[in-house]
């Protein structure tokens, strides 16, 4: 099998998850969370299209797309491309208030497009390319791809989760 293939398998499972975990709810449940402090389906989907927007950016160095984009204000926050939500605090969860699922489904659609374009056109070898030097060993274009993918798969199935526990009206 073509790694451009496996990537884009990969890749290609997460907008069904997105999609399912929002799908249908309203703004109120979208912010519900289980627990004072706890992350909501809104939070969680939002984060984990932040880090791919943001990472995927970084990689084709191209603006990320919420910072261009007209998400932000539908969720209730301003277009600062460093926000991706690592280590919120409750009050900054709290305040992701996606208006509707479909602002949430639209900005993870336009990310996802996105990283398509980028996994079509990558060859073997851009996957040795180290992209992050602040770590050790550096960080490869492929293990970067593969933490991508492993966070935001991680993020869509705690989303469902959510949902599944959400009160029933």
Do not use: F
Request: aromatic share 6%; charged share 20%.
């Amino acid at each position: 099998m073509d790694v451009n293939d496996l990537l884009a398998d990969l890749y290609g499972r997460l907008p069904e998850m997105i999609h399912e975990a929002v799908d249908g709810l309203t703004a109120a449940q979208l912010q519900w969370a289980p627990a004072p402090g706890a992350n909501s389906v809104g939070w969680l989907v939002w984060h984990l299209a932040r880090v791919q927007d943001h990472h995927v950016a970084e990689l084709l160095d191209r603006d990320q797309l919420w910072a261009t984009g007209p998400w932000a204000a539908r969720c209730g926050l301003r277009p600062d491309p460093d926000d991706t939500g690592y280590g919120h605090t409750p009050k900054q969860v709290a305040a992701v208030r996606p208006d509707g699922p479909d602002v949430l489904t639209d900005y993870y659609d336009a990310v996802a497009t996105r990283t398509g374009e980028l996994l079509r056109s990558l060859a073997p070898a851009d996957l040795d390319r180290i992209v992050d030097e602040r770590w050790d060993p550096p960080v490869t274009m492929g293990v970067r791809l593969i933490s991508i993918a492993n966070d935001d798969t991680a993020h869509a199935a705690q989303a469902a989760y959510v949902r599944g526990i959400l009160p029933t009206p």
